[in-house]
């Protein structure tokens, strides 16, 4: 038994909470079992319980004995002075702290099934190839998680909210300076996201607005600004030098130390291509944000998309100064589209109103749940567990969970939990 197997417990209220009784003989009733604090303090905020018909508001200490109360040094402590509960699995000693303000204790071993505990602890110390609780779901049918992943979309979004309002500050409340960021990072895929990034961590936004106008400038601004210009081998290589040139003078730009990265990419997926289509999407679209964010339509930013297409030299090159044999326009595809939307487009979209104050994240949930479900390693390992993915929302969950909560082992914080034991 620990800590963080009682806040489980506690958090999902995996006990009876008919009958309750203190150790001090004092009928209990636990209305609200408070809001999990991982930070510094009381394990529980703002519960509501009552005792003896009186109710209580306040906060709630957790310990696998009453004795830990004294371990952890709490009676001298100014954070512990308001709580309403002690809740511990073993009351080994009295607090007479606690006793002396009437504030009861609740031994919780009589209260929770003992198989309960068994299967909370095989969790713990289960040896696993994808997740620890693998062995539960695939064992036993599962319930309808569509709720849990609900709230587990709304934690990440959450996450991205923090993220989005970090960028908006740097970027003076400038939202089109935000969408480009995570617009650039999308285009840069898994191996280049972060060096794409960096365009807009280096270079103020008004600049590119500028440049865009000048299909042309933008693509030698990006391809300049990645180092890709420096021995041209092709008269359009050159083109672009010479403009890239005449813009780093212009604005004062600084080369990025960033280097674009070729290694396992398809050839469609080149850092190249994908910096041409942005720099065409720029072009084409001088206020991107107020379509994207402020119609918000899939439809609407896949008939964007659509048009979208790389220069032409890149119609028969994937690098400077090689010709390929095969003619491709590159197009971009549906499952970039959505990818686009659900990593980009969505986060801002959340942002913004929470920003503005009236936002219904029901429409988010709606959204989310019409887009496709993504098909990678991760998602892959779920459906051969036993949890199936339908659409975007689940996969986006499970994406987070696994990164966040089940390669980390933090099992007991896990919204699924109650549903597969």
Same mark, same amino acid.
Not at 320 to 328: A, H, R, Y
């Given at each position: ?7 489980? $417990?506690?958090? /999902? ?22 809001? %999990? ?24 200490? #957790? ?6 109360? /004294?371990?952890?040094?709490?009676? &001298? ?11 511990? /699995? %073993? ?11 009437? @504030?009861?204790?609740?031994? !919780? ?15 713990? &110390? ?10 539960? =779901?695939?064992?036993? *049918? ?6 849990? !992943?609900?709230? #587990? ?6 996450? *991205? ?23 650039? /990072? ?20 008004? $600049? ?22 420096? &021995? ?27 280097? !674009? ?11 190249? @291509? ?13 206020? !991107? ?18 048009? =979208? ?22 197009? #971009? ?24 104050? &009236?936002?219904?994240?029901?429409? $988010?949930?709606?959204? =989310? ?5 993504? *098909? ?25 969970? %696994?990164?966040? %909560? ?16």
């Amino acid at each position: 038994m620990n800590e963080k197997i009682l806040h489980h $417990i506690w958090k /999902y209220k995996r006990f009876t909470s008919l009958g309750l009784i203190s150790t001090q003989g004092k009928k209990l009733c636990v209305l609200n079992s408070g809001t %999990y604090n991982t930070n510094q303090g009381t394990d529980f905020l703002e519960a509501k319980i009552k005792v003896d018909d009186i109710e209580w508001n306040g906060n709630i200490e #957790i310990h696998t004995k009453s004795s830990d109360f /004294y371990l952890h040094k709490h009676e &001298n402590d100014s954070r512990y002075t308001n709580i309403i509960l002690h809740v511990v /699995y %073993y009351n080994d000693i009295k607090i007479p702290e606690l006793e002396e303000k009437n @504030i009861p204790t609740l031994e !919780l071993k009589d209260y929770v099934d003992s198989n309960l505990i068994k299967t909370v602890l095989s969790v713990n &110390n289960e040896v696993f190839s994808f997740i620890p609780c693998e062995h539960l =779901i695939q064992n036993r *049918k599962q319930k309808n998680l569509s709720e849990e !992943l609900n709230k #587990i979309y709304l934690e990440k979004l959450n996450e *991205k909210h923090k993220e989005i309002n970090a960028e908006l500050t740097k970027n003076n409340n400038n939202w089109e300076a935000v969408l480009f960021s995570k617009i650039a /990072y999308s285009f840069g895929l898994k191996i280049n996201a972060q060096t794409f990034q960096s365009i807009s961590e280096n270079v103020d936004f008004s $600049i590119i607005k500028k440049i865009s106008k000048n299909r042309t400038q933008l693509e030698a601004f990006f391809f300049g600004f990645f180092n890709e210009l420096e &021995n041209p081998k092709d008269e359009y290589q050159e083109k672009l030098k010479q403009e890239y040139a005449f813009l780093k003078h212009k604005f004062s730009i600084q080369n990025s130390s960033n280097k !674009l990265n070729y290694l396992r990419l398809r050839p469609n997926n080149f850092p190249t @291509i994908r910096l041409s289509q942005l720099a065409d999407l720029y072009h084409k679209n001088q206020n !991107l944000f107020d379509v994207m964010i402020q119609n918000f339509s899939f439809d609407e930013i896949k008939s964007i998309l659509e048009k =979208i297409k790389p220069s032409e030299y890149w119609n028969s090159h994937y690098t400077f100064g090689k010709t390929s044999k095969k003619i491709n326009q590159h197009k #971009i595809s549906n499952t970039f589209t959505e990818l686009l939307f659900t990593n980009a487009i969505i986060p801002v979209k959340y942002s913004y109103h929470l920003f503005l104050g &009236n936002y219904d994240i029901s429409e $988010i949930i709606s959204k =989310i749940s019409q887009v496709k479900a993504e *098909k990678n390693t991760i998602t892959n390992q779920w459906n051969f567990i036993g949890i199936e993915t339908k659409n975007a929302l689940e996969t986006q969950s499970l994406l987070y969970l %696994y990164k966040n %909560y089940c390669s980390t082992r933090k099992c007991m914080e896990c919204e699924l939990l109650p549903k597969i034991i």
